[in-house]
């Protein structure tokens, strides 16, 4: 996973100039790192180099272990500076740690290796007297940043919307900005966050973090935008993107969120179906936030929905949180699953149907004897007074199973 993890945006020669200004004062390597603990610039060395410094420079980026290590400190959180605690086991010294903070927003953290934990007051001084300087120049550089992505957020949003007029005017700003190329093949990925407990502005930042190097890649070209708890990413390609390399792109980005925020995060991705070209984007929008409904509902999908591969939970899933609860459950089946050995009975019953009524196919699956399982079909049919010869009947069966499935354990309805 560390190689996965992209560097933040290289410094500015004055950031850079800054940074070198407080080591030569201070003696001491200094290096300043984004909110996500990623390196922006750093100082020479004075001696007090130690594995991790090395790796990053060499990398352009600390490694994950490094960087979940840091986070997990607090120091996103942190009001005021204060040591980081080295670890052997990572070949990390202690470090000094400033937050950068200009209107309540983490703008970076600045890093001063301090093997013993200790500085003089002299040195404490120098570093609160230059550190008003680097924070305001990564301020300027931020907004100057923050306004071409406001730009490209409400571009996206407006391709992906509900009105076609909005959505055909949108297209043309994009094409005629060359922000992306006109190719044939388009798809949607949506990654959505729980409510964390992660400082505000952290989770954006992560998300951004995670998903950036994906708007260049080797067989697409992509369009970002983030907000404080979703981040949608439009790509375009001149043959499909494999279900494969989409697979593999969305495990890099949940793992990089695992990373950069606690678990409380919950990250799901939604990969939506793949269109013909940036005017049918929006569908593929749409068939996204589907498909992360999927993977918030469904665990066994491990935090990632493919819209297509969700069958018929992609109709099912259509239906508004407040419609997708316990009562849509067929009475027969709700009658089954509170019979003695219910469990046992809702099991048969799925594997029945799932080998489609084949009783050889069935047994062998659950490892039963036929006459066990002709027994329990008999309870079935009996609990429930249905026909499992009926097509229909199976029908109502099988429906009422896989929207079990989406109620979470227990039938439980705050699952989405």
């Known amino acids: 996973m560390t190689e996965r993890l992209q560097r933040a945006r290289v410094g500015s020669d004055a950031l850079q100039a800054l940074v070198e200004g407080l080591a030569e004062e201070l003696r001491r390597s200094v290096v300043l790192d984004d909110p996500l603990v990623r390196f922006i610039c750093s100082s020479r060395h004075f001696g007090d180099e130690d594995p991790v410094r090395i790796r990053s420079l060499l990398q352009g980026r600390a490694d994950s272990e490094v960087i979940r290590y840091v986070l997990d400190q607090g120091v996103a959180q942190w009001p005021k500076p204060g040591f980081i605690e080295g670890s052997d086991d990572l070949g990390l010294l202690a470090r000094y740690c400033v937050p950068l903070r200009t209107h309540g927003h983490l703008l970076g953290l600045l890093m001063v290796v301090a093997p013993d934990k200790a500085l003089t007051p002299q040195e404490t001084d120098t570093i609160a007297r230059a550190t008003p300087a680097i924070a305001a120049q990564m301020y300027a550089e931020h907004l100057a940043a923050g306004a071409e992505e406001t730009g ?15 959505r055909s005017a949108a297209q043309q700003r994009l094409l005629d900005s060359g922000l992306l190329p006109d190719a044939p093949h388009a798809v949607v990925s949506v990654v959505q966050l729980s409510s964390s407990h992660e400082p505000p502005g952290q989770a954006e930042v992560a998300l951004r973090g995670s998903l950036e190097r994906f708007r260049q890649t080797r067989s697409a070209h992509g369009i970002l935008a983030v907000t404080a708890e979703q981040a949608t990413l439009l790509q375009l390609s001149d043959r499909p993107v494999s279900q494969r390399e989409l697979t593999e792109q969305s495990t890099q980005i949940l793992e990089a969120l695992a990373t950069y925020l606690d678990a409380s995060a919950a990250p799901v991705l939604g990969i939506g179906g793949r269109q013909s070209g940036v005017a049918d984007a929006w569908t593929s929008y749409e068939q996204a936030l589907v498909a992360a409904r999927a993977a918030r509902r469904m665990p066994h999908l491990k935090g990632i929905g493919d819209w297509e591969e969700l069958g018929e939970f992609a109709v099912l899933l259509q239906l508004p949180d407040r419609f997708l609860n316990e009562t849509l459950l067929p009475r027969q089946l709700r009658a089954l699953l509170a019979a003695p050995g219910g469990h046992r009975l ?14 050889p196919r069935t047994a062998e699956a659950l490892q039963i004897h036929r006459t066990s399982l002709y027994y329990r079909l008999r309870q079935i049919q009996e609990v429930t007074g249905l026909d499992l010869d009926s097509g229909a009947d199976r029908l109502t069966l099988h429906l009422g199973l896989r929207i079990q499935e989406l109620l979470g354990p227990r039938g439980d309805s705050t699952a989405g």
């Open 152 to 166: 490209t957020r409400e571009l996206l949003l407006a391709l992906l919307g509900a009105s076609p007029a909005e």
């Open 346 to 359: 809702e099991e048969t019953l799925r594997c029945f149907l799932e080998h489609a009524g084949s009783i």
